[in-house]
């Protein structure tokens, strides 16, 4: 029973060393975030061609905010996918102010930082180049089939008068044109809008403390069982041994972490690697896969296209463990 006492008592008290910072934090991030996600969304889609970048600085700011409206835009067809993607492996959800409440981390934490923004760049803008080569191939046979259809093909009316058949570029050109203005007309009524009604209180003061007494309640959870098996069993090895000192299987055990949609994943590997668990190739995999509830978001959104919804998921943990994978071998950690 004394095990559990001094478990609970150290709990809590590390709990409540870090509620300080962690409410200035959250109080930072409330005042500069609050209410202005639709103007970010209007900033993407007038500068496409720079979406990875802006996604991946956007995903950045703590909390999964920014990942929930780009899941959002995405399945409104506001964004591109490479877009997307940045933004998924640039968020880091929670791991930013509870790494910053201990100095100590900080280092660590820029370098995290920087390895995932530099990653999701650089991945984001592949993508939608991929997709832009592939879709411009297929445009190819597109117009050379419609050219060879409009030379070739004839339609005969009565009185022997024969006339060519309208091109099929231009039917679908029609058609993109109505299915692009009635998109327009969308976003002008607010189709775009993303409802802050779930995360963003009117007070950014109340809003600041609801974000910590949640993450507060998950640091405390996280610690207490972190205390228990050290107190229990006489140190951290049962996890160290669970989470196997293979670096490689870290990484994967970490990204299967993140895919969790709940911050309370980002909570559990950052105090992971703060105990000593996990390696930081791992924080960094577990993180890359980590988009807080922004695969909910897309789950709902883009409910009618499960199968790419699926890859989304898939590409995000494959990209997260080989970014985990090349961080072993970078000798900053």
């Keep these: 029973m004394q095990i559990f006492l001094d478990a609970l008592w150290d709990a809590l008290k590390d709990s409540l060393l870090i509620l300080p910072l962690l409410y200035l934090t959250y109080l930072l991030v409330s005042y500069f975030s609050h209410n202005d996600n639709e103007k970010y969304s209007k900033i993407l889609h007038r500068t496409n061609k720079a979406g990875p970048v802006i996604g991946a600085f956007l995903g950045s700011i703590p909390q999964c905010g920014f990942s929930?409206?780009?899941?959002?835009?995405?399945?409104?067809?506001?964004?591109?996918?490479?877009?997307?993607?940045?933004?998924?492996?640039?968020?880091?959800?929670?791991?930013?102010?509870?790494?910053?409440?201990?100095?100590?981390?900080?280092?660590?934490?820029?370098?995290?930082?920087?390895?995932?923004?530099?990653?999701?760049?650089?991945?984001?803008?592949?993508?939608d180049g991929i997709i832009s080569l592939c879709t411009r191939k297929k445009q190819v046979l597109h117009e050379y089939?419609?050219?060879?259809?409009?030379?070739?093909?004839?339609?005969?009316?009565?009185?022997?008068?024969?006339?060519?058949?309208?091109?099929?570029?231009?039917?679908?050109?029609?058609?993109h044109c109505h299915d692009h203005e009635c998109h327009h007309a969308d976003e002008e009524e607010g189709g775009h809008k993303h409802s802050h009604s779930h995360c963003c209180a009117t007070n950014i003061f109340l809003d600041a403390l609801k974000h910590t007494a949640i993450i507060l309640a998950y640091v405390f959870v996280a610690t207490l069982i972190i205390n228990l098996i050290r107190g229990y069993c006489g140190g951290l090895e049962p996890l160290k041994k669970i989470f196997t000192a293979s670096p490689y299987l870290q990484v994967l055990f970490a990204s299967f972490i993140g895919l969790i949609p709940n911050c309370a994943a980002s909570v559990f590997l950052v105090e992971m690697f703060m105990e000593g668990v996990i390696m930081f190739p791992a924080l960094v995999a577990g993180l890359s896969a980590g988009a807080g509830v922004g695969l909910i978001v897309l789950f709902t959104c883009n409910y009618k296209k499960i199968a790419v919804n699926i890859f989304i998921t898939v590409l995000v943990f494959i990209l997260a463990v080989i970014i985990g994978i090349i961080t072993i071998f970078i000798p900053i950690w």
């Design 68 to 127: 929930s409206v780009m899941s959002n835009l995405y399945s409104k067809k506001i964004v591109t996918l490479g877009t997307l993607i940045a933004v998924f492996i640039s968020t880091s959800d929670e791991a930013l102010p509870l790494m910053i409440s201990k100095p100590e981390f900080i280092p660590k934490l820029l370098i995290l930082m920087a390895i995932k923004l530099v990653y999701g760049i650089i991945v984001g803008y592949a993508i």
């Design 145 to 175: 089939h419609d050219r060879h259809c409009h030379e070739t093909e004839a339609i005969t009316y009565e009185g022997g008068e024969i006339l060519n058949s309208l091109p099929n570029t231009d039917e679908k050109h029609v058609e």
